[in-house]
């Protein structure tokens, strides 16, 4: 059964960097052909897509956030981490790491961690 | 960007309504969308992808079709668990979700 865990701090400040780790359990971030997203919801709000990665390591990221985000690979520690650079307070929101499935259902994500919230002030 | 638009963004209904939730795309995903219901505290669980292929698990009175870009969700026989939030989800090109159907007890 695999599990996702967020973690990484619940404050950060304006114009500083967002830093969040997803640990996977249950399963490999490298194998099984699984891609890796991390999305996001501003409290009361409806759900962004922040970008993904692959199990070999190529990323996609939401156009709107691409000049601010990066995704990668903690292949020894079998986890993913998301950095969003240069935040402000619209950035505030609980943070998900989910796994897409594959097939038919590669891009739609069957297996989602509990969230993180991050608010962005100083 | 693909923009996905929901309808109606509250749905009241009763325990044993069937109820239907429309997503429209802003360009044509072929069958590449997916449903999700989110319960307030909780993340989202998966229940239909390509349009009308339901989830492991997910009870048979949730159902989906639709393609290109008119998408329905149908929900049979309410239960008191269904009560929750829907979003649809494009996976066609990059992702984006609608902007959720809250679905409440009348």
């Known amino acids: 059964q695999v599990q996702l865990q967020e973690s990484g701090p619940g404050l950060v400040k304006p114009s500083e960097t967002l830093s969040l780790t997803c640990s996977v359990s249950?399963?490999?971030?490298?194998?099984?052909?699984?891609?890796w997203s991390w999305i996001r919801q501003p409290p009361g709000k409806g759900l962004e897509w922040i970008g993904s990665?692959?199990?070999?390591?190529?990323?996609n990221y939401n156009p709107s956030l691409k000049s601010r985000v990066t995704i990668s690979p903690d292949t020894s520690k079998n986890r993913f981490s998301l950095k969003l650079h240069s935040v402000t307070a619209a950035d505030t929101a609980l943070y998900y790491c989910?796994?897409?499935?594959?097939?038919?259902?590669?891009?739609?994500?069957?297996?989602w961690g509990q969230g993180t919230m991050v608010t962005v002030s100083s | 960007d693909i923009q996905m638009t929901q309808s109606p963004s509250t749905l009241s209904a009763s325990v044993g309504d069937t109820v239907t939730i429309a997503c429209r795309a802003s360009?044509?995903?072929?069958?590449?969308l997916a449903w999700y219901q989110q319960k307030p505290g909780k993340a989202p669980e998966l229940l239909i992808y390509?349009?009308?292929t339901l989830e492991s698990g997910v009870p048979s009175r949730f159902s989906g079709s639709g393609s290109g870009t008119e998408f329905t969700l149908t929900i049979t026989s309410l239960q008191p668990d269904d009560f929750a939030t829907y979003y649809c989800?494009?996976?066609?090109?990059?992702?984006?979700f609608g902007q959720g159907t809250r679905l409440e007890i009348k």
């Open positions: 990665i692959s199990y070999s390591g190529t990323t």
């Open positions: 989800q494009q996976y066609n090109i990059y992702s984006s």
């Open positions: 989910a796994r897409e499935g594959y097939g038919d259902s590669r891009g739609a994500f069957d297996i």
């Open positions: 360009q044509s995903l072929g069958s590449w």
């Open positions: 390509k349009a009308s």
């Open positions: 249950g399963g490999s971030v490298t194998s099984d052909n699984f891609h």
